[in-house]
């Protein structure tokens, strides 16, 4: 079994900065990838920022520069760490993990429950 939690949501104003956590447990073999993703209220869930095992990360254009994502492999964690936060980045932040519970088995995603970030303007 996995789980995966995340923390570090809250609220803050307009440039101010946030930052989230995502933790990954249980029976894991081998993490591939952990990515943020944002869900504002009535939208779909968008990616914003993967990071793979070897360290490349990507951002969706909407955060680059603000946003930085950072992992830690020993510990299974993922950091978001968000800068210069804009009412648009209000919602609820997930973290999604793809990893593998044994050798051979396929990759799969987990998720987490979400954190709320909310933006005052």
């Known amino acids: 079994q996995v789980q995966v939690v995340e923390s570090g949501g809250g609220l803050v104003q307009t440039g101010g900065s946030l930052r989230l956590s995502c933790a990954a447990s249980?029976?894991?073999?081998?993490?591939?990838?952990m990515g943020w993703y944002h869900q504002a209220p009535g939208k779909q869930r968008d990616l914003v920022a993967q990071?793979?095992?070897?360290?490349?990360?990507d951002y969706a254009d909407s955060v680059k520069g603000r946003f930085t994502i950072s992992r830690d492999n020993a510990k299974n964690t993922t950091y978001l760490q968000m800068n210069t936060l804009k009412p648009e980045d209000t919602g609820v932040y997930y973290c999604?993990?793809?990893?593998?519970?044994?050798?051979?088995?396929?990759?799969?995603?987990?998720w987490g429950q979400g954190t709320q970030v909310t933006v005052s303007s």
């Open positions: 999604r993990t793809t990893l593998t519970t044994a050798r051979l088995m396929p990759w799969q995603y987990y």
């Open positions: 990071i793979t095992s070897a360290g490349s990360a």
């Open positions: 249980g029976t894991i073999f081998s993490i591939l990838a």
